[in-house]
């Protein structure tokens, strides 16, 4: 994997994004890697992963240009089935995902960063979908997560003016959890990455599920998913253990994801 790297700490993953060269773009080749990154985490260690960018001026830029300018139709749509099949396997992993945006979150890149759970994002970030100035639609998911994230009307605003949007804009639309400092911003994520990795990992993984599957139900049907999820941490070690140690009054848990 030439164009992402991959690292773990404890039960925490990080993927970079590493072609700062180009901005880190996404193109056909970094796509694979992205996707070899994400088959290759295992998800018995890992409780969390954080996704991000190499350098300090782009999270992922958005996709290559030059790459796309010559797709024909067919290609086009198979170039968007690519990456959206990749964004749509991350949303639906098991753990949770943190995208820690540093600098341009611009197309694809603020594609990609939607496909996670939430966002952390530096002081000097930029979010944005430019592709009606280029021709063409958002083509991984841009017109279908930033709609649901932000409310349809300042999605529109947005795609349909092509208009860039700054961390703190971003953070008052809702489009990010939190805006800190570069220099805080993976140090940030790893705190936070790591409060998620200290409880019980049934529990997060289904109240994930909860949360996404929930949302396209109507309420009844959610409450009925919600109520399945929740019996379903029962009888577990991990229910045993956090309902133990409250009892005991002992701060110490062996989570176990059993």
Not at 18 to 27: E, V, Y
Request: aromatic residues 6%; negative net charge.
């Amino acid at each position: 994997m030439s164009f992402v790297l991959y690292e773990q700490d404890g039960a925490v993953g990080v993927v970079t994004i590493n072609k700062p060269q180009s901005l880190n773009a996404l193109d056909s080749a970094v796509l694979d890697d992205l996707k070899a990154a994400i088959d290759g985490v295992d998800l018995d260690a890992v409780r969390c992963l954080i996704i991000t960018g190499a350098g300090e001026k782009s999270f992922v830029a958005g996709a290559d240009i030059s790459e796309m300018s010559g797709l024909t139709k067919a290609e086009g749509e198979a170039f968007g089935k690519k990456g959206n099949d990749i964004f749509r396997q991350i949303e639906t992993l098991p753990i949770p995902v943190i995208a820690a945006v540093n600098g341009f979150a611009l197309g694809g890149g603020c594609e990609l960063s939607m496909s996670c759970d939430f966002r952390i994002c530096s002081d000097n970030a930029v979010f944005g979908q430019p592709e009606v100035g280029l021709g063409i639609t958002p083509g991984f998911g841009g017109t279908q997560r930033l709609a649901r994230l932000v409310g349809p009307g300042m999605a529109k605003q947005m795609i349909f003016g092509a208009r860039n949007i700054k961390a703190d804009e971003a953070y008052r639309i809702g489009l990010v959890n939190q805006v800190v400092p570069q220099e805080e911003l993976m140090a940030t994520a790893k705190k936070i990455a790591g409060g998620i990795t200290m409880n019980a990992p049934i529990a997060v993984r289904n109240c994930k599920k909860a949360i996404n599957d929930g949302l396209d139900l109507d309420m009844d049907k959610a409450i009925e998913l919600e109520e399945k999820l929740f019996g379903d941490c029962f009888e577990t070690h991990d229910q045993k253990e956090g309902m133990g140690a409250f009892l005991e009054k002992r701060k110490e848990k062996n989570f176990t994801n059993n």
